[in-house]
């Protein structure tokens, strides 16, 4: 089992700059795929960016790419997501989460952070 804490949400102008990270507890941290989901008010939840268990292979929502860089640190067990050129569409809550398979549903959720970018 494996309990996540984001952190590192807050407010932005367009255009500007922030990362998220998200703190695993537990020893086998490196052992799971994880992934970056986000939530606007009024819509669902939607996938953003997802990192391999070695941190070798990552990918992303299209709306996201070439924006956002998903990394990890697996001696730190965190997993962080950089977000550059944000715009007013990125405002939504984010949410990290955990899976030890390379595919199929994520077990393990935060409870997730805030990001507001104002136009």
């Known amino acids: 089992q494996v309990q996540l804490v984001e952190s590192g949400g807050g407010l932005v102008q367009t255009g500007g700059s922030l990362r998220l990270s998200c703190a695993a507890s537990?020893?086998?941290?490196?052992?799971?795929?994880m992934g970056w989901f986000r939530q606007a008010p009024g819509k669902e939840r939607e996938f953003v960016a997802a990192?391999?268990?070695?941190?070798?292979?990552?990918n992303y929502a299209d709306s996201v790419k070439g924006r956002f860089t998903i990394s990890r640190d697996n001696a730190k067990n965190t997993v962080y997501l950089q977000m550059n050129s944000l715009k007013p569409e990125d405002t939504a809550v984010y949410y990290c989460?955990?899976?030890?398979?390379?595919?199929?549903?994520?077990?393990?959720w935060g409870q997730g952070t805030q990001l507001t970018v104002s136009s």
């Open positions: 537990g020893r086998t941290f490196n052992r799971y795929n």
């Open positions: 990192i391999s268990s070695s941190g070798g292979g990552t």
């Open positions: 989460a955990a899976r030890m398979l390379a595919a199929g549903e994520y077990r393990y």
